[in-house]
């Protein structure tokens, strides 16, 4: 009796073996593909960090010394998207692999802003009313050394915007003013022209052209949905 006893025990409380080997299997499988993903990011990343360190580590410049910061702020138009003129601000950050001249990369963060009166638009009952594109962008550009103190450049970048723009809803009796958004992808043409007033400090003028890969709530045609602008500013690094 006490022998059938522990083998019902047994038969209770032993796995089965089937079950243990197809989640064991599974497991394996999940950690060879993580691994293997792994692997290349690993290794891109470690390529990416020899390139920019090889460079920065030049006998004559220093990490810092091609570090830029540039800034600016201009004028905005828009006429496509039935947008009045603007204002653009843009934020960034450039490594250039040489300081004077040759390849740079660059990050920004563009603020645009518009006003517009429209009948009829996507996504919102406000007929007249603000709008503003958050544009977060990166890219590659090359710089060419003129004359004396003025340099050339050409930008191309890409990235997302996020079109921001109100919209009324109503409550029973009460009106309630919301904000709506909508991201759009974007590519960004640029050039421009700098003129130093120091060894790493240049007045800089930018012409850029932004055309919208998606429509957004103000037209329908959105490779024709570009927006055009002019700006001003300054280039230095922090040291």
Avoid at 1 to 16: A, G, L
Avoid at 29 to 55: E, P
Avoid at 134 to 149: A, C, F, P, V
Wanted: hydrophobic share 35%.
């Amino acid at each position: 009796m006490i022998k059938e006893q522990e083998k019902s025990y047994r038969k209770v409380t032993e796995p089965t073996p089937v079950r243990y080997t197809y989640k064991q299997n599974n497991i394996n499988l999940k950690n060879q593909i993580l691994m293997a993903n792994s692997k290349y990011v690993i290794i891109t990343f470690t390529l990416l960090i020899i390139t920019i360190k090889g460079y920065a580590q030049s006998p004559k410049e220093s990490f810092s010394s091609k570090l830029y910061f540039p800034f600016s702020i201009g004028y905005l138009n828009s006429p496509k998207n039935n947008l009045e003129p603007g204002i653009i601000v843009k934020m960034a950050m450039e490594y250039r692999f040489h300081s004077t001249d040759g390849m740079f990369l660059r990050l920004n963060y563009d603020n645009r802003s518009n006003s517009y009166k429209k009948d009829e638009i996507q996504g919102t009952n406000i007929i007249q009313g603000k709008i503003k594109f958050n544009d977060y962008l990166g890219g590659i550009g090359y710089r060419i050394s003129g004359k004396r103190k003025l340099r050339q450049f050409g930008l191309l970048q890409g990235g997302l915007s996020s079109c921001v723009y109100q919209n009324v809803a109503t409550s029973q009796d009460n009106f309630i003013m919301k904000d709506k958004a909508k991201t759009i992808p974007i590519i960004k043409l640029t050039t421009g022209a700098e003129y130093y007033i120091g060894k790493s400090a240049a007045l800089t003028f930018e012409l850029d052209y932004i055309w919208h890969l998606k429509d957004t709530p103000f037209g329908q045609n959105h490779m024709n949905e570009g927006a055009f602008g002019i700006s001003i500013g300054l280039t230095t690094t922090l040291f």
